[in-house]
Structure formats: structure tokens, C-alpha cells
């Protein structure tokens, strides 16, 4: 069995408690008494039942708060996915999106998501699905627009007809002069 893993010495348990009392975190307080626990004499065995973890879950605990000191203790953002594209090829894009497409070499009058998929792999061989490269461009401040949809078989006045006319003046109903009467 090796050897615990030792904590920092320019802390103690009871400045971790303290630091847990003032934390807005919740995680990271529980982890700050477990880490006390040990500073304590606890068994890591005690302060993984403190924290409700796990022995390795405690000592990856020790780890971070060794090299990071208490704020090594917060949960953090996992990174993600880095992005396909790089600062170049961002620019490359936004270029081609600004000068629009040549009916002529590209063979649409406007582009489409589809179309600028195709563009990053045949021009670096990266393939791009239509989620990512809308990410890109919402990212770079360009929008979707889309024209309003019209029946192609829609006659230029036939709108006028079906919209409802309304009445110029209101008046009263003669229902209602018949029913304020007092007889």
C-alpha cells in the first residue's frame, strides 16, 4: 500500500474551516472539511465519509488542493470540444460569406449552410457538418435569414380579397336601447 499523499503546510484545519465557512460554494466547503478532517489527523478513510466520496476521489482532492491551494477545489468548466476551425480559416469563411456566391463557379445565387460545408473541404479538406458551421457563423456575428414563404400559385391581389373589412364608426345595437327601457 503506498504512502498518503501529504497536504500543504502553509494551511490548517482551521483555516480551511474557515475558508469553507465563507465559501458561496457548497461542493467546494464540503471538500475544504474533508481536506480539515485530515489536517486534523482524520484517516482519509474519515474524510472521504465527510466528503461522501470515495478514497480516490480524496486524494485527487489533495492533489488539486496541493497545487492550486483552495481554489483548486472548485469545480470547474470542462473545456469541450476545441474548435475545427482555426483564426485563418474563421477568416477565409467570413470572406467568402461577404463576397457571395458567383452564380457562374458555384452554382447557387445565394448560400446555404449546405453549400459552405462544402467550401472548408474542398478547399482544406475539412469536413465540417452544417451544425458546426452554423455555430461558426452565429459566432462571427452573421444570421440565417430566410425569405417569407409565398404559394407559387398565388395570384398578386388575391390577399386584398380575404382581408377583413371593419366598420368606420361604431354604433349601438338596437338590442341593447331595447333592454335599458323602463316600461
Known amino acids: ?6 497536504l500543504r503546510k502553509d494551511f490548517d484545519a ?14 467546494q466547503a464540503r471538500r475544504l472539511l474533508a481536506l480539515a478532517a485530515v489536517y486534523d489527523g482524520a484517516a482519509r478513510s ?6 461522501g466520496v470515495t478514497l480516490q476521489v480524496v486524494r485527487d482532492w489533495v492533489l488539486r488542493f496541493n497545487a492550486h491551494g483552495p481554489e483548486g477545489l472548485v469545480d470547474r468548466m470542462a ?6 476551425l482555426n483564426d485563418e480559416q474563421r477568416a ?11 452564380p457562374a463557379i ?27 458551421v452554423s455555430r461558426e457563423l452565429r459566432k462571427m456575428g452573421y444570421r440565417k435569414l430566410s425569405a417569407r414563404p409565398r404559394h407559387h400559385a398565388q395570384a398578386a391581389g388575391a390577399i386584398e380579397d380575404f382581408k377583413k373589412a371593419s ?7 338596437p338590442a341593447s336601447k331595447a333592454s335599458r327601457r323602463v316600461t
Not at 480551511?16 to 460554494?25: E, F, I, Q, T
Open 1 to 6: 500500500m503506498a504512502a498518503a499523499i501529504g
Open 14 to 27: 482551521k483555516a480551511l474551516r474557515g475558508l469553507a465557512k465563507r465559501s458561496k460554494d457548497g461542493p
Open 106 to 132: 458555384h452554382g447557387v445565387v445565394r448560400w446555404r449552410i449546405i453549400d459552405l460545408c462544402q467550401w472548408p473541404f474542398e478547399t482544406f479538406r475539412l469536413s465540417i457538418s452544417e451544425t458546426t
Open 79 to 84: 473545456p469541450g470540444q476545441p474548435s475545427l
Open 46 to 51: 474519515e474524510a472521504a465519509e465527510i466528503g
Open 92 to 102: 477565409a469563411l467570413a470572406r467568402i460569406v461577404e463576397e457571395g456566391p458567383t
Open 167 to 173: 366598420r368606420t364608426a361604431w354604433r349601438r345595437s
